[in-house]
């Protein structure tokens, strides 16, 4: 199969924030081509999106209703193979679950879902249409968390015994909402951003991430919300005490209130025979620590990486690789994961290597937890599977 895959986009119109995001990065290996959108709620933004994007007028839909049926109706060398859901969490859902009962292949962003419900009706539905279901923990892509992961799973540090993980941001300090700024607006409201806000938004970010590199799942948890901003409907900081299933222990904050941060996210591992570092803010670097000898600085594109993180890295050592590069790399492995399975033959088995429905579950499971710990005065609560 020798063509690009065709690409519609749900959301990510004028004005918003990570819809380019996924534009560039579904963009950079040539694979994928946007074709279609319905990029708004409001039909002319579509348009003028549309017009922005160079997309012919016949492809830009007033809702993804009606893209999905009038896709499904085009001639199968010519209509899109899936759809990127780039919407508030409040819009998740329905578009994907839309999208797969119209035989659609779809990328999702997180959190996966507005609700655990909701989460668990989607992962039915994956597994009844035996459609491709990606989910964009983006920072799952970086090769140095791939190191980080092949060190930790391969036993490098022993059983692991300590987790912490931070994702603090600072620019919901004030109460931007009030202003009309359109990210904040929805992310603060829980009828659109769900039952958490700060830890719904970022701190599945490091839920996921403490999971790719560890294999370990939270078995339960005590958490502390806080709503700092006056007139805030949701959480704006986060703390939370975790145990894991084996033994290991964890501690995870997540704060939008944390002034001069700014994406923050950092994570460091400990076991029986050594630990790890990796901050998202110089990703290229990955610190490994031992109790017989000096720490280690383990760098980007560098031949002694393992083939999974080598697999990441475009550039040679020493050109810095970020976020976008990051992002693609989610993107070119659900490409080839796509390409495979509409050639009728197996994927490279590193190219499954991308957040998938059932992340997007556990995210949800998480958020779920939080909540009702925090609710509950900081109770430990399970985790549901
Ligand atoms: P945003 O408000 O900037 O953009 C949302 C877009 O969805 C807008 O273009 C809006 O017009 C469109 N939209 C709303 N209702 C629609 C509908 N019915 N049909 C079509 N389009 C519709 O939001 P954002 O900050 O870009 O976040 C979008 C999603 O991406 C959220 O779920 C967020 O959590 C996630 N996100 C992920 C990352 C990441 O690092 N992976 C970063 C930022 C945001």
Redesign the pocket.
Known sequence: MSRKIRMGM??????????KVHRMAAALDGQLELVCG?????PR??KASCAELYLPADRVYD??AEMFERERRRPEGDRMDFVVI????H??YAPAAAALKAGFHVMC???MTFSLAEARKLKTLVDRTGLLFGL???YTGYPMVKEARELARGGKLGAIRKIVVEYPQGWLHELIEATGQ??AA?RTDPARSGAAGCMG?IGT?AENLAEYITGLRIDSLCAELTTFVKGRKLDDDGNVLIRYQGGARGILHASQIAIDEENGLNIRVWGEKGGLQWRQEEPNTLILKRPDGPRQLIRSGQGYLSRRARRACRLPAGHPEGFIEAFANLYRNYAEALRARLAGRKPDPLALDFPTVDDGVRGMAFIEAVVKSARAGAKWVKMAE
């Open positions: 749900v959301g990510g119109g004028q004005g918003s924030a990570i819809g319905a990029f708004s709620s409001d933004r579509s809702s993804y780039v919407t508030p969490n819009l998740h962003d997180k959190p964009t923990h983006n359109k990210q929805w938004d970010h």
